[in-house]
């Protein structure tokens, strides 16, 4: 007989999940949500401010539409100057929608993830960058991930429900302003769809010698064309949709430099 104390102690387990777990399962299985666009799924950190004015992403895709598997590290130093990596070239990664912020091209090297525990994991860009991040289940980041595991499939593609879904995010989350739809920097209309969602609570990153410091909001937030970056850390499982490149509208990201 169904236990309806069974189905709540599931759904409290499934709204916990850790983030090393929900990686592995989204890794082993990829699904990448419909349409005829271009679209990726997987785990990322969305965003991670330096107090000193240094920024942190990364982005670890299973399955695009675009793209072989990829993992991507996103960098702005305290000039406001981006450089993505990636272990794809700029037109198979992140840089194929936002390379026109930057004046730095784009750069294909090794990109190591791993799990130190269900909470930690490990980011390297071997003889760059060693940034370790420990993520937490908040009451926050439970509230926003039992939304978005209730809203229909059709929510995650209207630009007005998803412009309601990013005002919620942002006053609940208190990472500042989020826009899950809009226009990215190379002219691509985006929208994305965080569904599990973690809060970044201790971080250390070793960038070319360089320590970090301690993580802290910026003075300004950090955009790229209409995305925004939390002014707090955040983990995720999502998934998104760009718009299908358009060599007469769309910026091309036509270079791509190898880490020496």
């Known amino acids: 007989m169904f236990c309806p104390c069974a189905a709540r102690t599931i759904k409290r387990m499934n709204t916990t999940l850790t983030p090393r777990d929900a990686a592995a399962a989204v890794t082993a299985n990829p699904v990448l949500p419909a349409g005829d666009d271009e679209r990726f799924v997987g785990f990322g950190i969305m965003g991670l401010p330096f107090a000193n004015g240094h920024y942190l992403a990364l982005r670890q895709f299973p399955a695009t539409t675009f793209a072989p598997a990829y993992a991507s590290v996103w960098h702005r130093d305290p ?23 930057t004046p730095n091209d784009p750069i294909q090297c090794d990109i190591e993830v791993g799990w130190t525990s269900p909470w930690s994991v490990d980011v390297e860009i071997p003889g760059l960058l060693q940034w370790s991040v420990h993520m937490q289940s908040t009451p926050a980041t439970r509230l ?22 990013s005002r919620a995010a942002g006053a609940t989350l208190g990472v500042g302003d989020i826009r899950l739809t809009g226009t990215a920097a190379n ?19 070793m960038l070319g010698g360089q320590n970090l410091g301690p993580i802290g909001p910026l003075l300004r ?3 790229i064309g209409d995305f ?29 430099l190898a880490l020496t």
């Open 228 to 256: 925004r970056l939390p002014q707090r850390g955040i983990g995720l499982i999502g998934s998104g949709h760009f718009e299908a490149f358009d060599a007469d509208r769309h910026v091309a990201a036509e270079r791509t």
């Open 187 to 205: 002219g691509q209309r985006y929208m994305v769809a965080p569904k599990t969602i973690w809060a970044v609570t201790g971080s250390r990153a």
């Open 144 to 165: 926003m991930t039992s939304i978005g595991r209730r809203l229909p499939g059709a929510a995650w593609t209207n630009p007005t429900a998803l412009s309601v879904i």
């Open 79 to 101: 000039s406001c100057t981006w450089t993505f990596y990636a272990t794809t070239p700029g037109q198979q990664s992140c840089a194929r929608y936002f390379s026109s912020a």
């Open 221 to 223: 937030q950090a955009r």
